[in-house]
């Protein structure tokens, strides 16, 4: 390729279309952007969607993670600047963004305090914590942004949706936002389109919620959540079985199911946060913490059947003291606490004690901290599993 000083299109060593395709889908979405920007003959890449979405499949996978504080609330902010984290699986180099968020809409008292919730296809969903009543889309590399305003349900009774997560329909070919709500002592639920900015009630009740604190798994054509254990206890007055415990979203038919995760049933009620999802290897994984031994990792080998491996056990009791060693103030195993963020090859993005992130090798099992803990003691840290991407926000919401 020429070099970034001259354009390939003029030099006399133009390559044809295909080659120039091939090499720049498998080059970072920044990479590729900045060619684009320095060169108007190649500015109709970023505009190909057939290029766009070969892009996508073969982006590399990085990490998104956001620090914010729990108590530290400015009631005068109705407008903020957040940073958000980006790094790739070695964690060697962290680029961080600045932007600015304005979720106040009609209401211009609404706090505006985003949290950055799940990825999909490069768009990053953040939620808006008082009140939840909007989510901000935004596309890091193309800074592309757009604000969606929670669904209100009017019967029988005003009611307000809280997002699960974002997915790309696989038949119409768009991006929808999922939801739900109360009905009584029901939960209900609906999609919205980004494409036809229409929504549609779902006839079926969901059975279980999906626990929407955490992201979303999404595989095999679905949304996997744990099943939320508290919502379902303030609703039914009992507690959801193990056989229950995982909650899907069918993206294609559009409906919810469950299933139960491996291992033995769980011992006590009520413990299902303990448990938790990732991916691995295209497979989804569960990881059981409720023991303050170790960190045990499923693998679900056989999506149809239900089939599920043991792959990992972690002793809790090493990771406390290398934890120890990088600056980590446990006070209680309650506090130590570890939560499975992603998966890259050998590589496990772990958050420890809340406001921790770390890399855990489970070849040579040591650890490697990712980016500077926050110095105040209530902070808490968001991450997710991310892919740049070239999609365009604007192109995707036009009717």
């Known amino acids: 390729m020429c070099p970034i000083n001259e354009d390939p299109m003029t030099t006399g060593e133009s390559l044809p279309y295909e080659i120039i395709a091939d090499i720049f889908t498998r080059l970072p979405a920044e990479y590729v952007l900045l060619y684009c920007q320095a060169y108007r003959a190649l500015r109709p890449f970023t505009a190909n969607s057939s290029f766009v979405e070969m892009h996508l499949q ?150 279980h919620p999906p626990d929407i604190v955490r992201p979303p798994i999404v595989l095999n054509g679905a949304l996997h959540w744990m099943v939320d254990d508290i919502y379902y206890n303030s609703l039914r007055g009992d507690w959801p079985v193990c056989s229950d415990s995982i909650v899907f979203f069918n993206m294609n038919k559009e409906e919810f199911g469950t299933m139960s995760h491996p291992g033995d049933p769980c011992p006590l009620t009520g413990q299902h946060y303990l448990k938790g999802l990732v991916e691995m290897e295209e497979h989804l994984c569960y990881y059981d913490n409720s023991s303050h031994d170790e960190l045990v990792i499923w693998m679900l080998d056989d999506y149809e059947k239900q089939g599920w491996v043991k792959k990992h056990v972690i002793i809790i009791a090493e990771m406390r003291k290398s934890c120890m060693v990088l600056g980590v103030s446990i006070r209680s195993y309650r506090e130590a606490r570890v939560q499975v963020i992603h998966m890259y090859g050998d590589n496990l993005l772990l958050r420890v004690y809340y406001r921790n992130l770390f890399l855990y090798n489970l070849t040579l099992g040591t650890f490697r901290r990712v980016g500077k803990m926050s110095a105040d003691s209530d902070s808490r840290v968001r991450a997710v599993g991310h892919i740049n991407s070239l999609v365009s926000l604007s192109s995707t919401m036009m009717a």
């Open 58 to 207: 073969r982006a590399t996978p990085i990490i998104a993670f956001q620090w914010f504080s729990r108590s530290a609330i400015d009631k005068s902010k109705t407008i903020c600047k957040i940073n958000l984290s980006f790094t790739d699986e070695n964690a060697k180099k962290i680029v961080t963004k600045r932007f600015e968020v304005d979720l106040r809409f009609g209401c211009p008292k609404r706090l505006c305090l985003p949290h950055l919730h799940s990825s999909c296809n490069g768009f990053l969903l953040l939620r808006n914590r008082l009140p939840d009543t909007a989510y901000f889309l935004w596309n890091p590399v193309i800074q592309e942004q757009v604000i969606v305003t929670t669904p209100i349900v009017t019967r029988p009774s005003r009611t307000e949706c809280t997002a699960c997560g974002v997915f790309f329909h696989p038949t119409a070919r768009d991006y929808r936002l999922l939801f739900t709500y109360n009905e009584g002592v029901r939960i209900k639920s609906m999609v919205l389109s980004l494409a036809t900015k229409s929504t549609r009630l779902i006839p079926n009740t969901v059975s």
